[in-house]
């Protein structure tokens, strides 16, 4: 992943020179997606490991989900073309917007790659930040386009004032995770509003909002009530991560319906099964799954990410299912390291080298992680740590 950086001061002039420059940067290998599933194991099994790498829920599903995913064999030889409208109505009813306006996705990962199908090219580039979730670059490769990144702030958020910058004429589509992956920061809803008002309305503005469940900063807020004021922003969310159903594959966006028309050109029919159909609609229909797991999860995170704080190392303060933790040295070895001890964890992200992204297991998992993390991460001097 060797795409040009703009420093965050950058001129005009100087954007269309690093334009320039990023035409001819590397294709992304296919190479980060091993990093997302942890890559081949080493002599053990996935059942072995202790699985912190890839911002999953521990928990699973929903039991009602667990039962419509059974239930769902009677309608197994048909196509799921009602199973799929009944899961549009409970999403749109959710977000209080009509069905038209919702798309469904293998996983939101459909949705970004289509995304990149519908709104980059050759000459319509793409903004993103500089770490985020990589898949908008990769396909945005794929669909031949160049990729324009922003350095985050100095406390690792997205800089949406840059960003804004950035979207210059021939800029398709700007990507904003919020939370952010890797980091787990947020941008609040004022500066949201500001970016909207700044971006032109020929740039589609793309906000994913898988992590949203987590969050627990009032100045946060999901963007889907401001769609019918920007004809150019689309929201995705997924069932992969607070419900608990990475394997089964669903996600989606809202947007208005013009907007939707030229990404369900690029989407696969049928892109959602029976079995994760169902298990969506009685996902939402169960009124403890979201509360529960953002419980949970959270109460474990505040615990280790606290014990490494007292412990000196530098933590950055988390949103999401998954946090930071700066090793002081390049953090490759201390993933392999923790490879030996059949634990998989986060992988490298070029531009934060040193950091360590953890995702947050059950509480007897993130004890071993603890007790890893301080055999192979020597603590910080008082000194340092004080600084
Ligand atoms: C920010 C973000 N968006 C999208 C995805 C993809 O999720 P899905 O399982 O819905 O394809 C991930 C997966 O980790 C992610 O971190």
């Known amino acids: 992943m060797s795409a040009k950086v703009l420093e965050p001061k950058t001129t005009r002039r100087q954007f269309g020179q690093s334009i320039g420059t990023m035409l001819a940067a590397a294709y992304i290998s296919p190479k980060f997606l091993q990093g997302v599933t942890g890559g081949r194991l080493k002599g053990f099994s996935r059942a072995d490991a202790i699985l912190i790498n890839s911002n999953e829920n521990p928990y699973g599903p929903?039991?009602?989900?667990?039962?419509?995913?059974?239930?769902?064999?009677?309608?197994?030889?048909?196509?799921?073309?009602?199973?799929?409208?009944?899961?549009?109505?409970?999403?749109?009813?959710?977000?209080?917007?009509?069905?038209?306006?919702?798309?469904?996705?293998?996983?939101?990962?459909?949705?970004?790659?289509?995304?990149?199908?519908?709104?980059?090219g050759a000459d319509k580039q793409l903004v993103v930040a500089e770490p985020t979730f990589e898949a908008v670059s990769y396909y945005a490769q794929v669909s031949r386009a160049s990729a324009v990144k922003v350095p985050l702030t100095s406390d690792f958020r997205h800089d949406l004032p840059a960003m804004a910058n950035a979207c210059a004429t021939g800029v398709g589509l700007v990507y904003i995770c919020n939370p952010n992956n890797p980091t787990a920061t947020i941008n609040t809803r004022g500066e949201f509003a500001d970016f909207l008002s700044k971006v032109p309305a020929s740039t589609y503005v793309l906000v994913d909002e898988a992590y949203y469940h987590f969050v627990e900063d009032p100045h946060y807020s999901s963007v889907v009530d401001m769609i019918p004021d920007h004809p150019n922003l689309i929201v995705t969310r997924t069932f992969s991560k607070v419900y608990g159903m990475a394997g089964m594959?669903?996600?989606?966006?809202?947007?208005?319906?013009e907007t939707l028309e030229p990404m369900r050109r690029e989407l696969l029919f049928d892109n959602g099964n029976a079995a994760?159909?169902?298990?969506?609609?009685?996902?939402?229909?169960?009124?403890?799954?979201?509360?529960?797991?953002?419980?949970?999860?959270?109460?474990?995170?505040?615990?280790?990410?606290?014990?490494?704080?007292?412990?000196?190392?530098?933590?950055?303060?988390?949103?999401?299912?998954?946090?930071?933790?700066?090793?002081?040295?390049?953090?490759?070895?201390?993933?392999?390291?923790?490879?030996?001890?059949?634990?998989?964890?986060?992988?490298?992200?070029?531009?934060?080298?040193?950091?360590?992204?953890?995702?947050?297991?059950?509480?007897?998992?993130?004890?071993?992680?603890?007790?890893?993390?301080?055999?192979?991460?020597?603590?910080?001097?008082?000194?340092?740590?004080?600084?």
């Open 249 to 257: 594959r669903l996600g989606y966006a809202i947007a208005q319906k």
């Open 276 to 387: 994760v159909l169902s298990a969506a609609v009685a996902s939402l229909a169960d009124p403890d799954i979201v509360p529960t797991n953002k419980r949970r999860l959270n109460d474990t995170r505040n615990w280790v990410t606290s014990e490494l704080t007292k412990s000196g190392y530098r933590v950055i303060p988390s949103q999401a299912n998954f946090f930071m933790v700066d090793t002081g040295n390049d953090v490759q070895p201390v993933i392999e390291a923790f490879h030996q001890r059949k634990i998989i964890v986060g992988r490298k992200f070029p531009s934060m080298g040193n950091w360590l992204r953890v995702s947050v297991g059950k509480p007897e998992e993130m004890q071993k992680f603890l007790a890893a993390f301080r055999q192979i991460v020597p603590a910080p001097q008082k000194s340092a740590a004080a600084a």
């Open 62 to 120: 929903s039991p009602h989900a667990v039962a419509a995913i059974t239930g769902s064999e009677a309608v197994a030889c048909r196509y799921p073309d009602d199973l799929y409208a009944r899961a549009v109505k409970s999403i749109a009813d959710l977000h209080h917007v009509d069905e038209e306006k919702v798309a469904l996705g293998c996983g939101s990962t459909e949705i970004l790659r289509v995304c990149d199908a519908a709104f980059v």
